[in-house]
């Protein structure tokens, strides 16, 4: 009765498949999670699907005006998708006690531990902080980064020494809890551009769900958020939060707590009733 299309613009198929779908009388919902018209120029997918390739937004606005709903996860992107299809309604990012791993204890380690993990799509945000995190594993000998995914950005602290510093490679998805499980501090950076204003809260979500706190620019979606970590923006902010986190265990325990208690309200069976709603 309805298909749901996450980023149709780049299948193929997808608008054959959406055709088929109203002509049969079923309805068509369409996901999206990014905002593709504010994809800044130095974005890899600036050209793919971006700005940079007309035509593909092109292709994206076809599909808007023919879906019987657009579903995203922030108001931001309601803003942007608004004037382009007939319906959008706003369902949060949400997590699933199936994956046991969610649940699992954190690993046990003598360092403190302070991790990234993205996509190439990410280098431009984690270079905000690159400094200040090299300044803070001079200054703190327990200190050690974890980077997850790309191999360009554990190459940016190549200055540190390599017993101090690890890289995780992508992982499948069900697996990227465990990676989740060595951080103490989980840092979640964004440029202050319209593309990452758009962004979800995923990242403090799926620290939250681990209970982890989380030293955060403030983009809508995080300051939304709200609770669970720190805010960092200028240069030394982010040194002066994972200084104040490595020094307060307390406020680590505070802050996990408080974000694991966030998280409850986003798991599979809110989420699902928000869906139910809005197809009904």
């Not at 994206?60 to 803003?79: G, S």
């Not at 551009?193 to 809508?220: C, T, Y």
């Not at 923006?233 to 307060?248: F, I, N, R, T």
Request: proline content about 9%.
């Amino acid at each position: 009765d309805t298909l749901v299309f996450s980023r149709p613009q780049l299948s193929a198929t997808a608008p054959r498949e959406i055709e088929l779908a109203q002509r049969s009388g079923s309805r068509v919902v369409i996901d999206l999670d990014d905002d593709f018209y504010a994809i800044p120029p130095d974005h890899p997918g600036y050209h793919g699907v971006g700005p940079g390739n007309p035509a593909r937004l092109q292709a994206l606005e076809r599909l808007l005006a023919q879906a019987d709903l657009v579903v995203v996860a922030t108001p931001a992107l309601a803003e942007r998708y608004a004037p382009l299809t007939r319906h959008v309604t706003i369902i949060p990012n949400g997590w699933s006690r199936s994956n046991p791993l969610w649940e699992q204890p954190l690993a046990t380690h003598e360092s403190f531990n302070i991790g990234w993990a993205g996509t190439p799509t990410h280098r431009a945000d984690l270079a905000l902080l690159a400094d200040d995190v090299v300044a803070f594993m001079r200054r703190t000998p327990a200190g050690h980064l974890i980077i997850g995914g790309d191999p360009v950005a554990w190459r940016m602290f190549a200055d540190l020494p390599e017993a101090r510093r690890t890289f995780v490679p992508m992982l499948p998805f069900e697996q990227y809890p465990n990676l989740l499980a060595q951080f103490d501090v989980l840092l979640a950076p964004l440029c202050a551009n319209a593309f990452n204003e758009a962004k979800s809260d995923i990242k403090l979500l799926e620290a939250g769900i681990r209970r982890i706190p989380w030293v955060a620019s403030p983009r809508a979606a995080y300051m939304a958020w709200g609770d669970g970590g720190l805010f960092a923006d200028a240069p030394g902010e982010w040194l002066k939060a994972l200084v104040q986190l490595e020094q307060d265990p307390a406020l680590r325990v505070r802050l996990s707590a408080a974000g694991r208690a966030l998280a409850e309200q986003r798991e599979a069976a809110q989420i699902a009733r928000l869906w139910l709603e809005a197809l009904a």
